[in-house]
Structure formats: C-alpha cells, structure tokens
C-alpha cells in the first residue's frame, strides 16, 4: 500500500527557487496551503481552494502554523569523546586554540578520547547532541570522521554516523576528515600522513560505502596546499565529492584550490580574500558560515560576507558541532548568530540552513526546498513569519517534524 499524507492549512515557506533573477523567491509566506505526499515525496501543492477530494491514508491540519523545508545542518562534527571544558577554561586564561594545539591537546586530545571509545558510547553521545539539532527541526545532518586518525577509527567514526540513522529519525551525509591533523604516529611527518590516508584510508572508506564526501583541514595547524591537493586529486579520482575546512585562522589559498577543484564548499572563510570569492562564484562553489566557531574562538576577521553577496556565492550556514571550537547543538542559535554576528538578513540565514545547505551537500535537486518531486522532510513552527526562527533563542520554537512524509515522535 502506498504510505500518503495531506497537510493542510499550512503556512508555507517554500524557499523554492523559482528564477535567478528573483532573490527573494520562496521566502514570502504563502497562507492556506495544502501539500499532498506520496511515498515520501511531494506530489502536490497548491491553495486550500485548489485541493482535490481525495482518499488519503492521513491528514495532518496544520492550523496555519509556519511550515519550512526540514533544515539541513551541512557541517557539523557530532561524532566523538570526551569534552574540551578544561580546554575552554584555559582558553579563558589566555591561552590561544593554536597554541593548546601545538602542545598535544585541542584535536588531539579529542582524538585520544575518541580512539579509545567503543561504538556504543560514540553512538550515544552523538544521539544526545543530536538531540539538539532535532529540536530544532533538523532532518538532515552532515557528520564528519576527523578524532581518529587512523584506518579503523576513521571508518567506526563514519559507521557510527551512519547508524544514527537507524537510532533518530534523522538523514546523515558522511564526509571523511581523516586530513584533519598530523597524528602522533605521523609526528613530523604530515607527507607520510598523507600517503596513508590517500593510499589506505579513502579505499577502505569508499569500499565500506561509507563516505559521501572527503574533506582536509587546509590550514598552519593543520595541512599544506601541496597536501590538500593530493587529497582532493586522491577523492575525486574514487568518484568522491570534496569541501575544505579552509581560510578559518589564516589566508592560505585552499578554498580556491578547493573550488577549481570543483568541490560543492568552503566552510569557515574568514580569512577569504577577493580572490577567493571569484573562485568560488566562477565554479559554483557554496560557501559554508560557521558563526558558532566565529563565537567560540572570539574571531574578530569577519568572513567577507558582502563580497560573498555581490559575486551571488550561495551562503550556507551550519553549526560546526564539535567539542574545540562549537560545541553549540542550536541550529536555530546558529541562526541567529548568523543575523547577529555576521549581519546576514532572516532570509539569508533561513537560505542558508534549507536549499543552500543542501547544495553544499549536492543534494539541492532532493531536498532544501518544499517543491514537487522534492522529499517531504518539513518542520512546522509555532510562529507566524520565518524572521522568528532567528530572534528568539531558547523558547522551544519547533511544533513538529515530517521526515519522508511521516509525523515524527519527537
Ligand atoms: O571546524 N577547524 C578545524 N576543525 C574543527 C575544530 C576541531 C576541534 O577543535 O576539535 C572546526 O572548527
Ligand atoms: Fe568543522
């Protein structure tokens, strides 16, 4: 039997893109709608006047609630052990991320953690901050291996962010971070690191099907030009898509490498320059704000957000979860953080957690938007008008999720 659902009276915010011309399409609020859906996908939409007598399994009344595409947090670090509270702590007595790097702890220290972790408790602290996201109204989330650095804990890292799956009513995109630090096995020798995860590690993750993407901390504390370009070579040349941690504490090019590379983002870019921005304008590229880590870290180089406008480059806009540099599991707070640390309008910020997420995810032809043919993954807000997702924080905002046609228990 085929599984449908009509919602009804809905308030939609459609975010559908519908000309290049029209920047604001989608975004108005269209009141007394319905959405019919079959099998998980929309199949039609339209006013409450135009909605055909038909048979369905269930109808959902919405009651002119605001109903959004399911938001998509497009980059996040939700898989690992441990915590860095002390870490923050001495943070707050002056010393800086870098140096605590430097010294063994930062990644490191959450590498240790999450090597010597089993699967069950990885899973379990991961469904406790994905929690979060949940309440939000998240149904897709990005999750990235990067805290074990070694063949097989790279791949229980993605294994577990694959069986969050079975555990949430959740849609997860896998990238591969092993490029992520040097690890103490590699001491000194970031070259011989980099052999091992193009020869080993990214064959064995692409033969367990476990990566969607790969991705490479192109950065000082982090990996050289030289490097992430072997990498991304490496990922393209298994049919894997790319994205870059890149330009986040200093300017060293990698997200224009990363864009003529074709990769779907940049995510961080503070550092980005002019030139940069045409890079990613002229290939397409998406660039991913991480205004959690902006906050964390107290950054004070914007990232170069008007440019990034003018050249008409997607903005997307994630939380970056992880324990160092964003332990904020608030997509809404993101949000908001967005409007108010980095001046992006609602809109943008709305923009940039629905269809320009899942286009740095590449799956902007599926999901991000509430269209015909797209999959039925919505959240139902208990407000009026979607600039409310980004000015109040902390007040339960979220009514309800639909993940693939189906009213989740959340
Ligand atoms: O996205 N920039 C590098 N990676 C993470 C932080 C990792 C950590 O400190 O544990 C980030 O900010
Ligand atoms: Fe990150």
């Not at 930062?106 to 949940?134: D, F, P």
């Not at 894997?240 to 779907?264: F, R, Y």
């Not at 991913?288 to 997307?316: D, H, N, S, W």
């Not at 309008?345 to 629905?354: H, K, M, N, S, Y």
């Amino acid at each position: 039997m085929t599984m449908n659902l009509l919602l009804i009276n809905a308030r939609l915010v459609t975010m559908q893109k519908v000309t290049m011309q029209n920047d604001s399409d989608g975004y108005q609020v269209q009141d007394a709608q319905f959405v019919h859906v079959c099998d998980g996908k929309i199949i039609q939409m339209g006013p409450m006047q135009a909605c055909p007598e038909m048979d369905v399994l269930q109808t959902l009344d919405c009651e002119h609630k605001l109903v959004t595409p399911g938001l998509i947090d497009c980059h996040t670090h939700l898989v690992f052990a441990g915590n860095r509270a002390n870490e923050f702590e001495q943070r707050l007595m002056g010393v800086a991320y870098e140096e605590i790097a430097r010294q063994g702890g930062g990644i490191m220290s959450t590498v240790k953690a999450t090597r010597e972790a089993s699967e069950q408790t990885l899973l379990t602290n991961a469904l406790r901050h994905l929690s979060g996201l949940i309440k939000d109204g998240v149904t897709t989330v990005e999750v990235k291996s990067g805290y074990g650095l070694t063949l097989e804990s790279e791949l229980k890292m993605l294994r577990v962010a694959k069986q969050l799956e079975q555990h949430a009513k959740i849609k997860v995109s896998t990238t591969l971070l092993a490029a992520h630090a040097v690890p103490p096995e590699f001491k000194d020798d970031a070259d011989a690191y980099i052999n091992y995860v193009c020869e080993q590690i990214i064959p064995a993750a692409v033969s367990a099907k476990l990566v969607d993407y790969v991705d490479v901390f192109c950065e000082g504390i982090g990996f050289n030009l030289k490097q992430t370009e072997q990498v991304f070579a490496t990922a393209l040349s298994f049919g894997l898509g790319i994205k870059g941690h890149t330009e986040q504490l200093s300017h060293l090019g990698g997200s224009a490498l990363a864009a003529k590379m074709g990769a779907s983002s940049v995510d961080h870019i503070e550092y980005l320059d002019a030139e940069g921005v045409n890079a990613l304008a002229e290939n397409g590229t998406v660039a991913t704000l991480l205004p959690g880590a902006f906050y964390f870290l107290r950054e004070t180089q914007l990232p170069p957000i008007q440019c990034l406008r003018e050249a008409k480059v997607p903005m997307a806009l994630a939380s970056d979860f992880n324990p160092g540099t964003s332990p904020i599991a608030s997509l809404l707070t993101i949000m908001n953080m967005g409007c108010t640390l980095f001046r992006l309008t609602p809109e943008e910020a709305l923009r940039g957690v629905t269809c320009h997420a899942a286009q740095a995810l590449g799956i902007a032809a599926k999901r991000g938007q509430i269209k015909v043919g797209y999959e039925a993954d919505f959240a139902l807000w208990n407000v009026t008008h979607p600039a409310h997702l980004c000015y109040e924080i902390g007040t339960p905002l979220l009514h309800a999720r639909i993940l693939n046609g189906v009213l989740c228990d959340d």
